[in-house]
């Protein structure tokens, strides 16, 4: 005599888990999320990092002084801005990003 607790349940199948890529028909990528590395620690930023802020900052031509109208995205992670850290990566990297826009072209 078996108690109704214990009675045999139907096992759920078996899920296969196998990665697609997206891609319509001029083969480009249309994945839903696209994972974004942050700029200064070069880490993957997760979807459920929600400290993690991107910000574009405007290009300034190095002679003139003016907006060029074009814009440098840098992502920056939870991580960085939870170290407190996100000033100063950001600070360093606008300053390396002007220099090499500053270098002459060869």
């Known amino acids: 005599q ?4 214990q009675t045999q349940r139907p096992r759920p199948a ?10 319509n028909e001029n083969g480009e990528n249309v994945d839903l999320y696209i994972p974004r590395k942050c700029s200064w ?14 910000l574009n900052v ?7 002084g003016l907006y060029t109208g074009e814009t440098t995205a840098f992502a920056l992670s939870g991580y960085v801005r939870d170290k407190s850290e996100g000033d100063m990566a950001l ?16």
């Open 41 to 54: 620690t070069s880490r993957l930023i997760r979807a459920k990092d929600h400290g993690s802020v991107q």
């Open 14 to 23: 078996l899920v296969n888990y196998h990665s697609t890529i997206m891609q």
């Open 91 to 106: 600070t360093a990297l606008v300053v390396a990003n002007d220099q090499k826009a500053a270098a002459p072209s060869e």
């Open 58 to 64: 405007a290009n300034v031509d190095p002679v003139t």
């Open 2 to 5: 078996t108690h109704p607790c």
